[in-house]
């Protein structure tokens, strides 16, 4: 779910369009706003982040962001559910809502003539769900109908033991969906509470991008989010540092495919060896040219997929290497993938791979923040990480900075213990 | 994974295929269509939206096209043109893409097959003369083809591993068989593991003709610019007939197409398909409607009755896979095994009152609003633009798609109704089940 679509993210600025004009203002209550003015299309898509999420929660209640946001869309003070799924399908829109590792986020998109209509039923859901007890029953029961086709599901079953194994006592260590026990023990006055406790001004960023008028949307959204007063002050969670032991762990499971992963803990978002890892993980396992995908894959039919991922998140995030591969190649595929790592932590890589891999890393996300709906992710994510609105700019310059020598240094210093995680089929 | 995906993305065709009509962004955003004198044809678009190019080479070839001692071919090509020419070894393809910052995909489709790249404007005469390349003179080396057979293995178990991408193949198996629609595009183990490099050359030559070739160009590039590289390019190849045999009649839906699989998901899954009408048919523009209708939303039929009511579904949805030669509409669920019966009642249920009563204008009008929104947010992206001119000029007409969402805002509710009784029985569709228990793939 959610370390996997982070995955495609990387930073940089290539073919950001030239035409995108950005305002930024933080209301009188701490409520921040963000608004990119992009001509493209007839489009609008809004992303409202609230810092709520994975990081602040405990093994016992793990998973309650996302079950707050799964009730949320069952209806709000003005309307049901059906009727606002409806009210949003006449809009030409979508209205998605969720808890992640760092943040959650109620999304929506629609055709941009609509702009104002989209942001009032974000502001709806946002600030008037009902939050009705007669919803979490039913709630819950789909809640566990996914988390039980994310353990059917090979990759991403694996994905999930090999966060628990890394991350140890760590609240990243747990899946954002959270685990048929702690959702047992949710009840409906934990979710009011946890609502109220995070839904507060200062605790939330909104961005719009699309075809709309920068002026007329800062003035509709200081006019919805304007009058919200300021909540109590929510701590930083104490958490446990997290706890790579370099354990290896095996698992096995009705597939077709063996699922192998490795990895280590890396830098934040934030850190300075963030772009060196960056261009690590691609060298490692970007795109088609990786090192995984041409000599595992393309040399030698050892796994069909290959790749490397590494998130951005505020904690150490993970560099991943994954493999899926047959049965009868895993034992081999698992060998060549640390020769791989060895090799990578013993020999400078070359310049024109060094290229290839910033080349890959930038264009990437060049091409990834093209679209609104992804624009408007970025602009509010970044806010909320608190680095700033350079970001991608400072991020670019520290990519094409990046040399074989950094490259060999974070490759010894983050892949020193690996956590392994091998799903056989059974 | 690139070039891991198959072409059954192309159900949902149609959710993206309408036109610029009233809300293009500029007048000026209209393509030119031209066909070179060797029968390439060229579809041209300058977009400004950021400095790259979409260059997708649409081929009127795909796994349709395969004799029955060929199935796998039209794919197994699609994975092989990556892997050189006389002047480009193994691996240096990737490696040039990836490291001027473009990407590079392919798909194979009943109808088609088409590979994609994106590419910064500065690298299109790199990108037009690479595309080009791989489009006559690929190379197939030995070795290549061997360790390749490998990875389409894999993918036969990634998708079997899919629970709704396998549910959709083998829905169109048991849907379709024998009839070409009915094949599985990667081919069987045993074909692929015996095939060899006169079969792949053979195939690739007798296909890969400039009458076949639709070369799509969208993004900020000029237009004579585009043409000029076209033409030195493309523009050279050898003319020579087009391939493309004719097709046999689609089967007829009906309760002997009806399969369960053991799986050991704990969960089940539940598709139904109906035979609609493919795509020159007049009709595809009300059965687009109705399926929109009945479940592309949280707010269609299924969604608000199978699901939110009844709570027999975890999830429902409708898609329409508009082929050349024929049309399906499938309703695909995933539920609770207890409740397949249920749910399966429940779906014709909702069916039969649309058949009976009809659709109400608000539902119309959503369902136009959904089909604006989709090609909207399609050409966000100069690819996504792209795509729906490879798919309409490769499948249909050109002109059809630019022409179809103002044809959609003359459908009435009544149509739409009379399409639902004219395809929509309770008892002519297919059906595949997969119920928890021993594997028995």
């Given at each position: 779910m959610t370390r996997l679509v982070f995955a495609v993210l990387a930073a940089g600025l290539l073919a950001a369009p030239a035409v995108a004009q950005e305002s930024r203002e933080r209301l009188d209550n701490g409520f921040t706003v963000l608004v990119r003015e992009n001509p493209v299309a007839p489009v609008v898509a809004v992303s409202l982040l609230v810092k709520m999420g994975t990081r602040w929660e405990e093994p016992a209640n793990a998973g309650i962001s996302n079950f707050v946001h799964a009730v949320m869309v069952r209806g709000t003070a003005k309307r049901t559910g059906a009727e606002l799924a409806e009210s949003i399908a006449a809009l030409g829109g979508k209205l998605n809502a969720k808890g992640e590792v760092d943040y959650s986020e109620i999304s929506a998109t629609a055709l941009s003539r609509f702009w104002r209509e989209v942001l009032g039923f974000t502001a709806e859901l946002a600030l008037e769900p009902k939050l009705a007890a007669g919803e979490v029953d039913g709630e819950r029961d789909w809640l566990l109908g996914r988390i039980q086709k994310r353990r059917d599901n090979a990759p991403a079953r694996a994905f999930d033991e090999f966060f628990a194994a890394l991350y140890g006592p760590h609240p990243y260590a747990i899946p954002a969906l959270g685990t048929p026990a702690s959702l047992a023990r949710i009840d409906h006055p934990a979710l009011v509470a946890w609502y109220r406790r995070f839904y507060q001004p200062e605790r939330m960023t909104l961005a719009v991008s699309g075809q709309i008028s920068p002026g007329e949307v800062l003035a509709e959204a200081r006019r919805l989010f304007g009058g919200l007063p300021r909540g109590a002050v929510v701590g930083e969670p104490s958490r446990p540092a997290p706890a790579n032991r370099g354990e290896r762990r095996t698992f096995e499971q009705p597939a077709q495919q063996a699922q192998i992963l490795a990895g280590g803990l890396a830098p934040s978002l934030d850190h300075p060896d963030h772009a060196a890892v960056k261009v690590l993980s691609t060298v490692l396992g970007g795109g088609m040219a990786g090192r995984l995908f041409v000599e595992l894959r393309d040399k030698r039919g050892l796994a069909y997929t290959a790749a490397a991922y590494y998130d951005p998140v505020v904690d150490p995030g993970a560099l991943v290497l994954y493999l899926g591969t047959a049965p009868e190649n895993a034992t081999k595929a698992e060998e060549a993938l640390?020769?791989?790592?060895?090799?990578?932590?013993?020999d400078p890589v070359g310049v024109d791979e060094l290229n290839r891999a910033k080349g890959y890393l930038l264009g990437r996300y060049a091409m990834d923040r093209r679209t609104n709906e992804r624009q408007a992710w970025y602009l509010a994510f970044y806010e909320l990480e608190g680095v700033g609105p350079d970001y991608p700019e400072r991020y670019r310059r520290a990519v094409e900075a990046v040399t074989p020598s950094d490259v060999l240094r974070v490759a010894r210093q983050y892949l020193a213990t690996l956590t392994t995680v091998v799903l056989r089929p059974r | 994974m690139a070039r891991a995906r198959l072409g059954l993305g192309v159900v949902l065709l149609?959710?993206?295929?309408?036109?610029?009509?009233a809300m293009a962004p500029s007048p000026a955003a209209t393509p030119t269509r031209e066909v070179l004198p060797n029968g390439v044809v060229l579809i041209v678009q300058e977009q400004r939206a950021s400095e790259v190019v979409a260059l997708q080479l649409w081929m009127r070839m795909g796994g349709r096209d395969e004799a029955t001692d060929e199935l796998g071919l039209a794919h197994y090509i699609e994975h092989m043109l990556f892997k050189g020419t006389p002047t480009r070894p193994p691996g240096s393809i990737d490696t040039l893409i990836e490291g001027f910052g473009g990407t590079s995909n392919a798909f194979t489709s009943y109808d088609t097959t088409h590979?994609?790249?994106?590419?910064?404007?500065?690298?299109?005469?790199?990108?037009?003369?690479?595309?080009?390349?791989?489009?006559?003179?690929?190379?197939?080396?030995?070795?290549e083809i061997e360790s390749e057979k490998k990875v389409v293995f894999e993918e036969m178990n990634l998708i079997e591993d899919d629970p709704e991408k396998f549910l959709l193949r083998r829905l169109y198996e048991v849907a379709y068989s024998p009839h070409p629609y009915g094949r599985p595009l990667l081919g069987r183990r045993e074909f692929i593991e015996k095939l060899d490099r006169d079969q792949l050359r053979r195939f690739y030559r007798k296909h890969f003709v400039p009458k076949s070739m639709v070369l799509v160009v969208v993004g900020a590039a000029e237009p004579t610019l585009v043409r000029r590289l076209v033409e030195a390019t493309f523009g050279r190849v050898e003319p020579a007939a087009p391939s493309r045999g004719a097709t046999p009649p689609v089967p007829t839906f009906g309760p002997s197409r009806r399969?369960?699989?053991?799986?050991a998901e704990k969960q089940a899954y539940l598709g139904l398909a109906w035979q609609t009408a493919p795509l020159a048919n007049e009709d595809v523009y009300a059965v687009d409607l109705l399926t929109s209708i009945l479940?592309?939303?949280?707010?269609?039929?299924?969604n608000q009755t199978v699901r939110e009511r009844l709570r027999l579904v975890a999830t429902i949805e409708a898609g329409y896979g508009a082929f050349e030669k024929a049309g399906v509409v499938t309703v695909t669920a995933r539920l609770e095994p207890a409740d397949l019966d249920r749910a399966e009642a429940a779906i014709l249920d909702v069916i039969r009152k649309v058949r009976a009563e009809g659709v109400t204008e608000a539902e119309r009008q959503r369902a136009l609003i959904t089909a604006e929104s989709s090609y909207a947010f399609d050409i966000e992206t100069a690819e996504g633009l792209a795509k729906t001119y490879g798919q309409a000029e490769t499948t249909w007409t050109l002109d059809n798609e630019l022409a179809y969402l103002s044809r959609l805002r003359g459908i009435?509710?009544?149509?739409?109704?009379?399409?639902?009784?004219?395809?929509?029985?309770?008892?002519?569709?297919?059906r595949v089940r997969f119920v928890p228990g021993t594997s028995s793939r």
């Open positions: 640390l020769r791989e790592v060895e090799r990578v932590r013993r | 149609l959710a993206g295929c309408a036109t610029a009509g590979y994609d790249f994106v590419v910064p404007t500065a690298h299109l005469r790199a990108g037009v003369e690479l595309l080009a390349d791989l489009a006559v003179n690929a190379s197939f080396p030995p070795e399969v369960d699989v053991r799986r479940g592309d939303s949280p707010s269609s039929r299924l009435t509710a009544a149509q739409i109704q009379a399409v639902a009784r004219k395809y929509f029985g309770d008892d002519n569709y297919a």
